[in-house]
């Protein structure tokens, strides 16, 4: 199954009112606003109408180095790599020690299969003291380990995206599943129960408790989640595989 990394832009489009000088009312030039006005586009989906706000900003200030930062995702997101690619680079070239774009460009090289030189611009993200999403950059590193089939670097760096933050339910279900790949079924437990802890319940995650479960003897729990599974989830692929799990018990 592959995996997929998806990147989230968590900044927020303000209204802007441009003056005589190219500036709105905050001091911010044009070329700033359009990049706003793009990351508004780049948020809803549309990253098209994004990128022609971002190239009018690199038009009015070729050195900005957010415009090439989110040029690169809209290409990406487009699926024209070599543009995306040379925007990154851009973007990295411009601004060196901007952490964000290191992961993103970390997301982006996953993408193209370039695992290791993905890796090491999350690890260069997380290195920044001062970066506040090492959790998320750690967890990304992760993903692509494990599309890589690198299942041993993946639980590495899921740990470490947990050590950041404890409540980083992907991460958490990745180590569960890791660890009962791995044959590790009471840390698979612990795992998985940290999981639920501060995730709600879905199919895979039920499914994946039950195999534990299961694999640990422990009938009246495998018997537990599997009532939850059927309940909420009758449907699902989860759920199917369980009933032909059973039947062959």
Known sequence: MRILITLVVFLLVSACATT?????????????INVRLGLGYLQQGRPQLALTNFIRAIELDSRLAD??????????QLEQYARADEHFKKALKLAPKDSAVKNNY??????????????????????????????EALENAGLCARESGDN?????R???????????ARSLYQLADLSFIAGENVGAKVFIQRYFSVAKSNAPSLWLAI????????KNEVREYATNLHKNF??????????????SQ
């Open 67 to 76: 415009a090439h930062h989110y040029a690169a995702e809209s290409y990406r």
């Open 234 to 247: 009758p449907d699902s692929n989860e759920a199917k595989e369980f009933k032909n799990f059973w039947a």
């Open 20 to 32: 005589q000088n190219g500036t709105d009312s905050s001091g911010n030039t044009a070329a700033e």
């Open 211 to 218: 195999r534990i479960e299961n694999a640990l003897g422990n």
């Open 158 to 168: 899921f740990r470490q995206a947990v050590e950041h933050d404890a409540r980083r």
């Open 106 to 135: 970390g997301v982006y090289l996953c993408g193209r299969e370039q695992y290791a030189k993905a890796d090491r611009y999350f690890i260069e993200a997380v290195q920044d003291k001062f970066y506040t999403s090492t959790a």
């Open 152 to 156: 041993e670097l993946a639980a590495e």
